[in-house]
């Protein structure tokens, strides 16, 4: 049962342009989200994070979106650079004590010049 | 500041033989988790521990597969009678105690990527 979805194995974007992942979830008790960037043979890197209370977080070139009514969220990266190509993975988790992240299957970004 | 560490990076064993995976997390972190990513998948949780306390070990193994996190020292994941069906790359993560901080960010180490001949 996969509860956090990336649709899209890979995405190719023009340097300067906007790339834009998305990712869907069905666990409606999923309260945080996260990105994480991940290059070949490197851990995953975090990125950006938001609350359930929040539908929009920016920090820099990388904008957040959620959509709690159509279980949506969604990374902007603009402009998209060549040092962006990477996969990128969706993760959320649930209130309580496990605080275990549920991840996606990941997408590949490639930004071309 | 040094980040997650783990060793080793890459680990080499035989069918039957054991693997031992170590992950010291960031300065001040209290909280470990083990996560394995198959290859062309996301990554799946194994198991939450904090210092001597197994929290959730919900995505682990029933079966040869053990994880701890001592007073002293890093944290183990065990792995006995490996299987070529266990080669995946392992990533640790740590993140710090839910008291002094609201979020949940989970910092990854470089992962050691087991490979069963």
């Known amino acids: 049962d996969q509860q956090v979805k990336q649709n899209s194995p890979s995405l190719s974007v023009q340097e300067g342009r906007i790339s834009i992942l998305n990712c869907d979830y069905t666990n409606s008790m999923f309260d945080y989200f996260l990105w994480y960037k991940k290059y070949p043979a490197e851990g995953p890197t975090f990125l950006i994070s938001i609350s359930s209370i929040k539908d929009k977080n920016e920090d820099g070139r990388f904008t957040v979106f959620l959509n709690k009514s159509a279980k949506h969220l969604s990374l902007h990266i603009v402009p998209s650079q060549p040092g962006d190509s990477a996969v990128y993975f969706c993760a959320a988790s649930s209130p309580g004590g496990a605080q275990k992240l549920v991840f996606g299957q990941g997408t590949r970004l490639t930004i071309n010049p | 500041n040094a980040g997650v560490m783990q060793n080793p990076r890459h680990l080499v064993r035989r069918r039957g033989q054991e693997a031992r995976l170590r992950c010291s997390p960031m300065?001040?972190?209290?909280?470990v988790y083990w996560y394995r990513q198959l290859p062309e998948e996301g990554l799946k949780f194994m198991v939450y521990?904090?210092?001597?306390?197994?929290?959730?070990e919900s995505g682990m193994p029933k079966e040869r597969f053990s994880a701890e996190f001592p007073k002293e020292g890093p944290s183990i994941l065990r792995i006995q009678q490996v299987v070529r069906g266990d080669s995946a790359a392992y990533f640790c993560a740590s993140s710090p105690d839910r008291r002094t901080s609201s979020y949940n960010e989970q910092f990854f180490g470089p992962g050691t990527r087991l490979t069963v001949l």
């Open positions: 521990l904090q210092k001597e306390n197994i929290i959730d």
């Open positions: 300065k001040g972190h209290s909280h």
